[in-house]
């Protein structure tokens, strides 16, 4: 019965939609994509986000690209641009020797300005003179640093970085791993010692732990342990995996949730009990990495997969246009109707990962499908990078850039989608 609704609504794939999408049509997406990533994202923030006044990358741009002056610079978005300056050089796109300028730029602000000498680890947040405006720590921006940090040693090869990436995981492991009941604690003062009370933390209640920080979590370890082997990060990859396949997953549904106690006693209360499809989406494929860089075999993995993409195909999926809808309560169609693009960015790349490893052309479909929509309505070609949000009746809207938008979500996913792209026969 799990497969009911996805058969159904496959068998009803409304006109407009081939449903015989090959892999010589997803193929010929390339030179597209290519474009997208190099000219359109790469390109968007190479000339926009470097500031050579104050250090770190600007990443405050409105809805024509246009600057809203050099603003705060968070850990999450300062890491994901380092990320993916390196990982677009370490893949040949671009110009290498200006990517890797533009990578080490941002290296340099992660460990002179951003990393809090006294105590160890990133500040949230800092103004644009450097000044710590929040000096907490909350896992979810260490876990991108340390991504970052991992893949700029695989990209330059530096052993100060390594060096350094090492040194930060230690303390980040001592500090905030929970021996007892797995995963990591994520909220903590300045000094580490655990948030606690009635405030509240940079991501909300401090007493929890979060699907989508362990979601991040799993890739930034990855990351690391493919940088330096350790044999620490391996032990506490293969935790994550547990993690992200099991304890997130609400077996009824076969879909995640997102809030949990610290023992992983699953908070559905209020609107607690949604399904984030795009989360679902970027768990499987990165799951699937995971497992590839741990040396685990990937298919006994494949019934969680097939079912958590079900369930997003089933409940989230806009077969009129093409692209995954935002989230929706249990059980019911997607309520919150809206694109966002790192939702399609995650649905691009786990539709191709899904492919690779069953051989159903149903997949093809959906990346083909969703990069059609993307390509029209999501990208904005005239002024750079891509929309943040496109609402029901296709109408785009948002800041290109902000505390929480840069080219991470959508850079990856052109990268992502290339490499298997180029494979596929």
């Not at 079900?310 to 806009?318: F, K, N, Q, R, T």
């Not at 159903?360 to 070609?381: A, H």
């Amino acid at each position: 019965m799990k497969y009911t609704l996805a058969l159904l609504a496959w068998s009803l794939w409304p006109a407009g939609a081939s449903g015989q999408a090959t892999v010589a049509t997803v193929k010929s997406h390339i030179p597209r994509l290519k474009q997208c990533l190099e000219e359109n994202i790469l390109g968007f923030w190479l000339s926009k986000s470097i500031d050579r006044v104050h250090g770190g990358y600007t990443v405050h741009f409105g809805p024509d690209g246009e600057s809203r002056g050099p603003g705060t610079r968070g850990i999450v978005t300062q890491a994901r641009t380092l990320w993916l300056f390196a990982r677009a050089a370490r893949e040949g796109y671009g110009n290498y020797e200006q990517l890797m300028r533009a990578a080490e730029h941002g290296w340099n602000f992660l460990r002179d300005v951003m990393w809090d000498r006294t105590h160890g680890g990133f500040y949230w947040e800092v103004d644009v003179d450097g000044k710590p405006l929040k000096p907490k720590k909350h896992v979810y921006g260490q876990s991108f640093a340390l991504y970052a940090l991992s893949e700029y040693y695989l990209a330059s090869k530096r052993k100060d970085v390594l060096d350094f990436a090492a040194m930060f995981f230690e303390l980040l492991d001592s500090k905030a791993h929970d021996q007892e009941y797995g995963g990591y604690r994520e909220s903590f003062e300045t000094d580490w010692r655990a948030q606690a009370g009635p405030e509240p933390g940079y991501l909300g209640d401090p007493s929890l732990k979060f699907m989508n920080t362990h979601l991040h979590l799993l890739e930034s370890i990855t990351a690391f342990y493919r940088a330096s082997r350790s044999p620490l990060a391996r032990e506490r990859l293969m935790e994550l995996i547990a993690i992200e396949s099991n304890a997130v997953v609400r077996k009824g549904l076969t879909a995640c949730t997102d809030k949990y106690s610290r023992d992983w006693k699953p908070r559905l209360e209020g609107d607690f009990a949604r399904v984030s499809y795009g989360h679902d989406l970027e768990n499987i494929w990165l799951l699937a990495e995971a497992c590839k860089a741990a040396g685990l075999p990937v298919y006994p993995f494949l019934d969680l997969f097939e079912n958590l993409f079900a369930y997003a195909l089933d409940y989230g999926y806009d077969r009129l246009h093409g692209g995954f809808w935002h989230t929706g309560a249990f059980r019911k169609p997607a309520d919150d109707r809206k694109k966002s693009w790192w939702v399609q960015s995650e649905a691009l790349v786990s539709a191709l990962y899904m492919y690779r490893m069953t051989g159903d052309k149903k997949y093809l479909e959906i990346f083909d499908q969703t990069w059609r929509f993307v390509d029209r309505y999501q990208v904005d070609w005239k002024h750079g990078e891509w929309w943040p949000l496109v609402s029901e009746d296709l109408k785009p809207q948002g800041d290109k850039g902000g505390l929480w938008k840069a080219g991470y979500h959508n850079g990856r996913a052109m990268i992502e989608s290339l490499s298997i792209l180029h494979t596929l026969r």
